[in-house]
């Protein structure tokens, strides 16, 4: 039976450091993905954060078959909705957290991305700044007692 381990990835929206970032989340990835047997990776596409490590999972996927890349979004956004065939294309699947429906934009990001991090075995996340919406979903997962990595 095949072991699927699943891994959430947030960050700040800004970076300065990005190639420094790119690297640190290149390494996790590579280390991950040679330890297990499956790996679904659960992404947003907010900022600097979630480009880096989106690009890097989809540069491993061409490496190994032993990964899947889940856009994880809060609701149908209209970015996705006129694009979502180039979407479907370059994601394994993409996900709209249903029952956020009725949600205020800016509470429903939080409301996903607990689930994101519920749904995980592992965290990885890039925070330095103790506010923001990164550094409240760091201290959820803290106290869910998840594998956390911070890549600072």
Request: charged residues 30%; proline residues 2%.
């Amino acid at each position: 039976m095949i072991e699927v381990y699943t891994v959430s990835l947030f960050g700040h929206r800004l970076i300065e450091n990005m190639i420094e970032v790119e690297k640190a989340i290149e390494r996790i990835v590579e280390k991950i993905t040679l330890s297990h047997d499956f790996t679904v990776f659960l992404v947003g596409c907010e900022g600097d954060f979630d480009r880096i490590a989106t690009s890097v999972i989809h540069r491993a996927k061409k490496l190994r078959d032993n990964i899947s890349l889940i856009l994880v979004l809060p609701y149908p956004k209209s970015e996705y909705i006129r694009n979502c065939e180039s979407y479907n294309k370059f994601y394994d699947d993409v996900e709209i957290y249903s029952s956020l429906e009725k949600a205020h934009p800016k509470a429903a990001y939080q409301i996903r991305n607990r689930y994101m991090v519920d749904r995980s075995d592992e965290v990885i996340f890039y925070v330095k700044d103790k506010i923001g919406g990164a550094a409240k979903t760091l201290r959820y997962a803290e106290t869910k007692g998840k594998k956390i990595v911070n890549v600072e």
